[in-house]
């Protein structure tokens, strides 16, 4: 059925995908901190490419920047007339993108909140916003059933691709060396797009209910996907076909991420739980109670040591290195 545009069905669907390097699970994540000042749902978390810094957003309509070394609020970046539904870091750590559920769609200073540019081409919600690994374009799925790349210095609109669907643009990911870009639908179809001429590359099958999270492994060789049919699918990103399925979620899957190293996968949902899984095994290492509430989103920092989960009211840190 079409996406849910209630903002209750829409924040189960949001998640967040961070792009790293580097790292590997040991033992059992360990929560070291829990951040306390959204008043409503949390729906996007990212992370300083240093790993220093995490901006967060939400239900309540403001952006904010806390220090990760010492879990506290920085700072209230902006306040938005709408729910905030999606955020990016920009890889020289200096700019986030932010979304917003009225179409508003910008890149802000890090620091300070300052609007440093302004992107005109959505009226309806911004679901989802992904910075290229090079840091030059600015990609952008909307409600509206499009999917705009942009020139993220610039601010000029160099492609609008339509799914030709009546379903949302739910999920996308940059293949790592940019040259694709894979998003997610409603209709439960995930699909590869050239970022050189905006021509749909393949079409992969395989979901039965709306696709929520896409990831790129940082090799470029696998893909996975997260889904309201509670399963999470790994995809050879070379040929397009299905390697495995991955199922232990009991409920609806909002967010997934590759480790730094490809060796593990780690996702969250309406479980309540984040759960991570041997990339090369595919088995399920661990299952951790993450919250009272859903899990909306998660983030993982660049050196590999720290996971960050969203859920209602408040961000969990974790440590993932010993």
């Known amino acids: 059925m079409p996406w849910n545009h209630s903002l209750i069905g829409f924040l189960l669907g949001v998640s967040i995908?961070?792009?790293?390097?580097?790292?590997?699970?040991?033992?059992?994540?360990?929560?070291?901190?829990?951040?306390?000042?959204?008043?409503?749902?949390?729906?996007?978390?990212a992370i300083s490419p240093d790993s220093k810094w995490l901006v967060s957003c939400g239900d309540d309509q403001i952006l904010r920047r806390w220090d990760l070394r010492t879990g506290k609020l920085v700072r209230i970046l902006r306040r938005f007339e709408s729910a905030i539904t999606t955020v990016a870091y920009h890889s020289d750590g200096k700019r986030v993108a932010v979304g917003a559920y009225d179409g508003?769609?910008?890149?802000?200073?890090?620091?300070?909140?300052?609007?440093?540019?302004?992107?005109?081409?959505?009226?309806?919600?911004?679901?989802?916003?992904?910075?290229?690994?090079?840091?030059?374009?600015?990609?952008?799925?909307s409600a509206d059933d499009s999917l705009v790349l942009w020139d993220a210095n610039q601010g000029d609109e160099l492609l609008t691709i339509h799914q030709g669907n009546e379903y949302d643009v739910t999920a996308l990911a940059f293949s790592p060396d940019g040259g694709?870009?894979?998003?997610?639908?409603?209709?439960?179809?995930?699909?590869?797009?050239?970022?050189?001429?905006?021509?749909?590359?393949?079409?992969?099958?395989?979901?039965?209910?709306?696709v929520t999270a896409l990831a790129y492994s940082p090799s470029g060789k696998h893909l996975v996907s997260a889904s309201w049919d509670d399963t999470l699918r790994v995809w050879d990103a070379r040929t397009g076909e299905e390697v495995h399925v991955l199922r232990g979620h009991t409920a609806d899957i909002t967010s997934v991420m590759f480790s730094p190293d490809d060796s593990?996968?780690?996702?969250?949902?309406?479980?309540k739980t984040i759960r991570i899984w041997n990339a090369?095994?595919?088995?399920?290492?661990?299952?951790?109670?993450?919250?009272?509430?859903?899990?909306?989103?998660?983030?993982?920092?660049?050196?590999?040591?720290?996971?960050?989960?969203g859920s209602k009211e408040v961000i969990g840190v974790w440590t993932l290195l010993q």
């Open 17 to 45: 995908f961070c792009s790293c390097r580097s790292g590997v699970a040991t033992d059992r994540p360990k929560q070291i901190d829990l951040l306390d000042g959204h008043d409503r749902w949390v729906l996007a978390v």
């Open 280 to 309: 090369e095994t595919h088995q399920l290492q661990t299952t951790i109670p993450a919250h009272n509430d859903p899990v909306i989103c998660l983030a993982i920092s660049s050196n590999g040591r720290l996971l960050v989960s």
């Open 180 to 210: 694709r870009i894979v998003t997610g639908d409603g209709e439960s179809e995930i699909k590869v797009w050239s970022t050189t001429n905006g021509e749909e590359v393949e079409t992969l099958r395989g979901h039965t209910e709306t």
């Open 104 to 141: 508003t769609l910008q890149v802000l200073n890090a620091q300070n909140g300052n609007v440093l540019k302004s992107f005109d081409g959505h009226d309806v919600a911004v679901t989802v916003v992904r910075f290229d690994p090079s840091g030059k374009y600015l990609a952008s799925g």
């Open 264 to 271: 593990y996968i780690v996702s969250a949902g309406d479980d």
